[in-house]
């Protein structure tokens, strides 16, 4: 584990227990990590693991060639957390889980834990975390696509579905990592940052209400996103996040000029440190005023929403390389990330698309406004996280002809919006009656959209696998 300290301040040899929360792909990373630094360390500390959704015998399966202590399952208890001075969160497992003891454990994840790694193995590697209500999976997948094409040696992971620890065996072998970092990956470190090495650039995407079920309010979520800036070199924000962060993390920022200018306008009214989308001879570009400019009309990321991820990432890249300038390629080699507004298929001239990674309603607002000119079949529910559905309203009434609901949730969210005019609102038993029915009522030209709003965790074991049922659904259809 190589841990000189932790947020604690405990050092590896002080440590008795770890227990792992969460047996899911970064718990056995976890795992897998840990018991080779045993191997290494000789017998300094145990391992012991909890998790509530799989039975002792499930974990001893999974984990039948480590040494492990304990097994629990069941609800938490304070007894399988006593005297254990570390615990390791998975980033999918809620710190309340452990905050409900009113305890002050020391909490280690696997970001924090590959951190504290390269900060005791020297090496050149460039960290690039990203952080943000929305967009985080597209920004990093963007990013590591631009870092490839422009000849780095770069990996994306994390929050994204795979761990840094899983990368720390072939660290010789790239040169930058671009970090998904969640909220419930920051919270433990919201005081002072991550401990270990510094990461290089810090990206802020965009703050909208979310996880509002974890974060005890808007301002303890904002303070967990904070944790990032705090733990980095170079921060690149969104322009609208300003008024709400210190002015010490004021440094590089991107934003949306809705105004057309010309070029020199552009570059008469922006500073070094700003990067600016706008219109530039019906064209959009994203600009700033240290040589550099990139057309961005031909890019697969459509939408004001991406327009701000791909200028975060070149502003992230650009704090490692002003070099590079081929930048034309990038933009029109890059795909769609998986499950964001991500078209399955055209049945008779009705498009369905799969917006699984919609977990709150400003991610469905940017779908809906991807789709503005078009009439939607909008399929949404799932457990809203206590959420507030209300600023979809004033979407759903512009191009919304029915609206299908599913999941716990679905009937409180169709009081919210019961009174919308001309809006047909049905509840549904699961996602193939939802796509059925809307697959019935769908002419040609019609878009029938998948993009919950909500957490799929009612109902799927994460939004990848809903998103995966929803394109078993669509390709089962028959013209």
Known sequence: MDIKKTSQSSTLREIEHILIVGLGKSGLSCVNYLTKQIEFKKKLFEISVYDKNKIVKEQKNLLKNHDIKEFFTG?????????????????????AEVNKFNQKFSIINDISLFLEHLSNN???????????TNGKTTTCLFLEHLLIKSGYKAKASGNLGNSPLDLIGKLRDLEVVVLEISSFQLNP?????????EIDVGVFLNFTEDHLDVHVSMDDYLQSKLA?????????INASLLKKIPKRFNDITFMHKDEKYTENQILEKISKEKYIICSIENSKFIINNNDFEVCIKESKLSGDHNELNIAAAFAAFRCLDTTFSNYHDVITSFNMAPYRIECIRNVN????????????????????????DK?????????????????????????VLHLFLIGKDALVIKKIFDKLN??????????????????????????ILLSPSCSSHDMYRNYIERGEHFNKIV????N
């Open 75 to 95: 609800d938490i208890k304070f007894e399988f957390i006593d005297k254990k001075s570390h615990i390791f969160l998975s980033p999918g497992v809620s710190p």
């Open 122 to 132: 020297s090496n050149n590697l460039k960290v690039i975390g990203i952080t943000g």
């Open 189 to 197: 470190f919201k005081k002072n940052g991550f401990p270990g090495k």
């Open 228 to 236: 990032l800036l705090k733990s980095s070199k170079r921060q690149v």
């Open 349 to 372: 001239g009705i498009k369905f698309y799969n917006d699984s990674k919609a977990t709150n309603a400003a991610s469905t607002i940017a779908a809906l406004q991807f789709f503005k």
């Open 375 to 399: 009439n939607i079949f909008l399929i949404a529910g799932g457990d809203s996280k206590q959420l507030s559905m209300e600023p979809l309203k004033k979407y759903l009434n512009k191009n």
């Open 422 to 447: 001309n809006l047909k609102i049905s509840i549904c038993n699961d996602l193939a009656v939802a796509v059925n029915e809307a697959f019935d009522q769908a002419a040609a030209g019609d878009i």
């Open 475 to 478: 390709h089962s259809l028959k």
